[in-house]
């Protein structure tokens, strides 16, 4: 039913009997059952009925305990009968309305529950934070005189001294009380601030027992201290922890009257842990849970005093928690309590803006007094503390260093006797001032020695007061004093922030407050003489200091940086480009450094590095700079601090030192004597950053011999100037520097003559005494390196010699070559051989071996196997039964063992290779498509291994233009690389060489697989190709020309060229002879032509060559003659006749077909 209904209307009367609904009956908690009829229940809506309701059940929303919420009117089924279930449910439906309207109520009373508690919170905070200056100033004007009074009193009867006694116990224990409802409010306000900073938990831990084993000692318990120190520090704010530690330790004393107590500290995973225990009344299991609660206290639990706020263990817990830590209690009654508090380690759990790394003083503060004297109370009469040895020291006016005056600054009159009494009873003269502005007046007018103020004054408050002074210059140093009755590290902050010396929160003792003031006076002389006190000690260095600004002016410099570089304070600022800088335009590298290294120093704001600087006389000296960023305290600008220190002995001894080592190791590098000169060369070019650096050796040829760091250099091709003046530096002393405009030159000893040096330095850089010594020292040096050199160059040649002499033949078949290569160092013979041998029909044998060790030993036992090799094959041309008679014969020549030999039998005619390894490297061989394969057929174990057993052998037959290589492992072992790897390498050098004539091809291989310092093995190559080239000298006879052609065509046939290709050759060939017999020696007979052919992969090469003369052919005399050379055209591809007085050779090329 919609709002304004007549059966719905806004409210009922109960008294009223008209009403559309029985309010009277619902009043009383009745269900009633009203027909729906008349007008008020005209027009009811039917639903999905075709007819309205004819009845409605009206079910009060009943609520305990007073009278019902309303009432809840139910429509029914016109169709359905009013039963007990259907009574049922509506009532149901009404008690759920009912129900929700209860809770919806409760919360809403809640909430202003809620709000009316947070309401009262915050008044209490308003009102302690405001109660605070009210409670602190009479607490300091208590226990101010009553110290005064203990002091003066010293002689008084017991009773007075006893009740002073008790006024400052009272005192004491009031302002704890105070200090801790203002902690909770400010905890509960969110203003506790904290300063965390990294201790050693553990010995300020045990610090703060200390102070507590008076007390337990004279209460007859054990005090146990565990604390051993923690290999990690505690981010902890020194007076909230103070307050932990010393509520738990009287705790512990208050409840404990027989047994121990004991305090604990340990390191437990991330946690440092730290434990207080005791042996006292314990705790019911059912208090435990409201152990920390605020201002609850356990009934009836037997104690040392009844006293109490019930605060101390919750702001215990409060004060834990802003550590990021947790604290936790266990007890069982009547067996004591353990209280366990875990702190993690590191700050990462604190707030970055509350973590300081400056580490306090380490010592317990004020705080604990009122908890030792509090704790000393519950003790009895006798055990308790004499109160004469807590009384106040007053300072004598003789302790201080000179007299000194004090203002005063302060609202309150009494407050202000009362500083007046204390400062002058010390001796000090004291000014007043009854507000801020006044204070500043005064200091204006007479700038005292120190100012001790209070923060809340009229006018002008104390914080505003420090800014005033600070911000002028006259007042700035003078150091201020503030009082404050806030308490908290926000207000110390607070004062520190705004530029006071110190912070001093009422009510304080007299003795503290005199401390303070000594303190700060004393800071205050010592600021005074600052200035002077720097100047002296900066002075007093030994090495240079200054100062630059941001800009990189010099500002200030001591007296060693006068006597340094010979400038001096009165020329301040030495603006950049600094005038010690090396000239930029006589020497400009030094310059371009000393820039630089500067421009590096003063950006990164600290560092150190070695510069050259110029003096003021024009000497040049080294210096060691160190820089470090600084900012001025008073304007707060930023400066660079830097000192110079003369290294300039030590500088060139060490560029001595490393270039001598420099040159050391690369003469002892170098493998032959221009190789040393070359990289001697390099060395000084790198040393002095030269142009070039030439040397010319003055030997017996025509001219010198040139060695440059610029390889395309030479004698001719040098100025000529400059070669004149190498030349003139031969009439020079040995090892004397010659400077000139551009360089300088030096004449040395070199094995084959006077060797002259010239280092072209261009205009970068002047060449000082300093480089001349350096240059005489280095010429020296190199000349006996050159000497070494050219000694170890003979004995390479004698090594070599003497291998070469041993391994021999001195002719070799055709188409073999082969390379000895002893060990780079030592150059001495080794155990490495080659052989071939001439065996019937035409074969050759084919050896080469590798003896175990170097020297004379294994050229000794190579030379004995060289020899019984070649006579066991000439007896028997099988390479197996060879080697197994000369495992027999290596048995017994010491040092054979293990001798690795590769032989084979070679037909040179078919390229048949029969052979056998005993041990060997594979052999290699190469066809003309490119492809490769190793020789691994017939391998066995080395020499005199094992002599019983046969050994076996592989064939192979050699292409038509194949490569044949064999070699000793030294030519391809190497450290470090698999040996596979090695032979892949030669294999890659003979394929890229199948095109060059097989000497030169040896050539390749020992260049290109020789390692950047040599051999450190000595190597033996053979390399065969397949056939070798034909070379034939026979008489220049015309009956020569048959069996000429009948062995060329034989040669040919083994080259495995097509027949049309041989038939070219041969005719081109027989042109040659022909021409050669006929023109060459027609008048000369006797003399002999020569023919040489040679098959490469592709090319054939055929030359033929007389020692006559041509006679030019004459066409116009027979017409059928003449035409040879044309035909030799026609049929090879490339034709060269080359005619000299000593004869005439026809060179001819031809491509073979593939």
Same mark, same amino acid.
């Given at each position: ?27 009383? !908690? ?149 200090? /801790? ?50 290999? %990690? ?8 922890? &103070? ?26 995973? $991330? ?6 225990t005791d042996t006292g009344v314990g705790i019911p299991a059912e208090e435990v849970p409201r152990l920390f609660e605020r201002f609850h206290r356990i009934e009836n639990a037997r104690s040392r005093s009844n006293e109490g706020s019930g605060i101390g263990l919750a702001l215990v817990q409060e004060l834990v928690a802003l550590h990021g830590g947790a604290i936790a209690a266990d007890s069982a009654e009547g067996e004591g309590t353990r209280f366990t508090i875990r702190l993690p380690f590191g700050s990462a759990h604190l707030p970055a803006e ?12 004020? /705080? ?45 009159? =009494?407050?202000? &006797? ?31 020695? #120190? ?33 404050? $009755? ?114 590096? #120093?003063? !950006? ?45 002995? &030590? ?52 001219e010198p011999t040139l060695t440059a760091t610029d390889p395309a250099l030479d004698w001719r091709r040098l100025p000529a100037e400059r070669r004149e003046s190498l030349t003139e530096l031969r009439q020079r002393p040995l090892l004397t520097p010659v400077a000139g405009p551009t360089g300088v030159g030096v004449l040395l000893e070199h094995p084959d003559g006077p060797l002259a040096l010239f280092v072209d330095l261009g205009d970068h850089r002047p060449f000082t005494g300093e480089d001349q010594l350096l240059l005489s020292l280095l010429a ?46 030592? @150059? ?7 052989? *071939? ?7 050759? !044998?084919?050896?080469?071996? =590798? ?13 004995? @196997? ?65 492809? *490769? ?107 020569? @020309? ?7 065509? /034989? ?26 017999? %006929? ?48 035909? +030799?055209? $026609?049929? +090879?591809?490339?034709? /060269? ?18």
């Open positions: 039913i919609s709002a304004g209904h007549p059966a719905a209307p806004a409210s009922l009367a109960p008294g009223d009997p008209g009403g559309v609904w029985p309010a009277a009956a619902l009043a009383r !908690g009745e269900s009633v059952l009203v027909p729906l009829e008349g007008a008020p229940f005209a027009d009811l809506p039917s639903g999905e009925w075709p007819d309205p309701p004819a009845q409605a059940l009206v079910v009060p929303l009943l609520q305990q305990a007073s009278a019902p919420y309303g009432f809840l009117v139910a429509a029914l089924n016109r169709y359905r009968p009013l039963d007990d279930g259907y009574r049922g449910f509506v009532e149901l439906a009404a008690g759920h309305v009912a129900a929700g309207i209860a809770s919806a109520r409760s919360y809403q009373a809640q909430q202003r529950r809620a709000e009316e508690l947070a309401e009262l919170d915050r008044a209490k905070t308003v009102f302690f934070s405001n109660i605070s200056h009210e409670f602190r100033t009479p607490l300091t004007l208590i226990m101010g005189p009553v110290e005064e009074l203990r002091g003066r009193l010293q002689d008084a009867d017991a009773e007075v001294r006893e009740e002073l006694e008790a006024i400052r116990r009272n005192g004491l224990r009031l302002g704890k009380l105070v200090n /801790t409802l203002l902690d909770f409010s400010r905890l509960e306000a969110g203003r506790m601030q904290a300063r965390y900073e990294p201790v050693d938990l553990a010995a300020v831990t045990a610090e703060l027992a200390s102070l507590f084993r008076s007390a337990i000692d004279k209460a007859g318990l054990e005090f146990h201290v565990d604390c051993p120190p923690l290999d %990690e520090r505690v981010y902890i704010d020194r007076g909230m922890w &103070e307050k932990v530690v010393l509520n738990l330790l009287s705790n512990a004393l208050k409840f404990t009257f027989e047994g121990s107590i004991g305090v604990a500290v340990r390191r437990e995973g $991330a946690h440092a842990t730290v434990t207080v509350a973590i300081t790394t400056a580490a306090g003083t380490g010592a317990a503060s004020a /705080t604990a007094a009122p908890y030792v004297q509090e704790a000393l109370r519950w003790l009895p009469a006798d055990t308790a503390a004499d109160p004469a040895e807590d009384a106040v020291e007053m300072p004598s006016h003789g302790a201080l260093a000179a007299p000194a005056r004090v203002l005063v600054a302060d609202d309150n009159a =009494d407050m202000r &006797e009362y500083l007046v009494r204390l400062l002058k009873g010390a001796g000090y003269q004291v000014d007043t001032a009854s507000d801020g502005r006044q204070a500043l007046d005064a200091i204006r007018a007479d700038v005292p020695d #120190l100012v001790v103020s209070d923060v809340m004054m009229p006018r002008l408050d104390g914080l505003s007061l420090v800014g005033a002074l600070r911000a002028e210059p006259r007042t700035a140093a003078v150091p201020v004093l503030l009082l404050s $009755a806030r308490a908290g590290q926000e207000a110390s902050i607070e004062g520190l922030q705004a530029g006071a010396d110190d912070y001093l929160v009422k009510p304080f003792a007299a003795a503290e407050l005199l401390a303070r003031v000594r303190a700060n006076m004393e800071m205050a002389r010592l600021r005074h003489h600052q200035a002077r006190w720097r100047t002296a000690l900066v002075d007093s260095l030994q090495e240079a200091f200054f100062v630059c600004d941001e800009n990189g002016a010099v500002v200030d410099i001591n007296s060693g940086f006068t006597d340094m570089l010979g400038y001096g304070p009165e020329n301040l600022p030495y603006l950049p480009v600094h005038p010690w800088w090396p000239d930029a335009g006589t020497d400009p590298e030094a310059h371009r450094q000393a820039a630089d290294a500067f421009a590096g #120093l003063l !950006g990164d704001g600290q560092g150190s590095c070695t510069i050259p600087l110029t003096h003021r006389d024009g000497h040049r000296l080294w210096v060691s700079a160190t820089v470090n960023r600084a900012q001025d305290p008073d304007t707060g600008r930023r400066v660079v601090v830097g000192t110079f220190r003369d290294v300039t002995a &030590e500088h060139y001894a060490i560029q001595r030192e490393s270039a001598l080592a420099s040159l050391s190791t690369c003469l002892s590098r170098a493998a032959s004597l221009p190789e040393a000169l070359a990289g001697a060369l390099r060395e000084l070019r790198d040393l002095w950053r030269a142009r070039s650096v030439v040397a010319a050796v003055f030997g017996h040829g025509a020296s040096h190199l000349a006996q390196g050159l000497a070494r050199a050219h000694q170890i160059d003979q004995q390479r040649e004698t090594a070599i010699a003497l291998q070469r002499a041993i391994l021999g033949p001195s002719r070799l078949p055709d188409g073999f070559a082969v390379r000895y290569e002893p060990a780079t160092r030592p @150059l001495e013979v080794g155990g490495d051989w080659y052989d *071939t041998v001439a065996l019937p029909g035409g074969r050759i !044998g084919i050896v080469v071996g =590798d003896c175990v060790g170097r020297g004379v030993q294994a050229a000794a036992v190579m030379g004995q @196997l060289r020899s019984a090799c070649r006579a066991l094959l000439l007896q028997d041309e099988s390479p197996a039964r060879t080697l197994m008679a000369l495992d027999q014969f290596a048995a017994g020549v010491p040092g054979a063992v293990c001798t690795t030999v590769f032989c084979g039998v070679l037909d040179p005619d078919t390229g048949h290779l029969t052979y056998s390894s005993a041990g060997h490297p594979p052999g290699i061989l190469t066809h003309p498509d490119g492809t *490769t394969h190793l020789l691994e057929d017939g391998r066995s174990v080395p020499l005199a291994v094992r002599r019983t057993r046969p050994r076996p052998e592989g064939e192979t037959t050699i292409p038509a233009r194949g490569t044949l290589m064999l070699y000793t492992d030294g030519l391809v072992e190497r450290r470090r690389r698999p040996l596979d790897v090695g032979i892949g390498l030669a294999s890659q050098v003979v394929q890229d060489g199948r095109e060059v004539a097989v000497n030169d091809l040896a050539a390749q291989v020992m260049t290109r697989l020789a390692p950047a310092d040599g051999f450190d093995d000595d190597v033996a190559l053979l390399l065969y190709r397949h056939p070798a080239p034909l070379e034939m000298t026979f008489p220049a006879e015309s009956s020569q @020309l048959a069996p000429v052609r009948k062995a060329l065509r /034989t040669w040919l046939a083994q080259c495995d060229l097509p027949a049309q290709m041989i038939q070219n050759i041969l005719v081109a060939a027989g042109e040659a002879c022909a021409n050669a017999i %006929e023109h060459g020696h027609r008048h000369s007979p006797g003399e002999t032509v020569r023919l040489r052919a040679e098959a490469f992969v592709d090319v054939l090469r055929l030359t033929v060559a007389d020692t006559g003369r041509w006679k030019s052919p004459q066409p116009e005399a027979n017409p059928h003659r003449g035409r040879g050379v044309a035909l +030799m055209r $026609a049929l +090879m591809q490339q034709v /060269t006749i080359t005619p000299s007085p000593y004869g005439t050779t026809v060179d001819m090329h031809t491509r073979i077909a593939r």
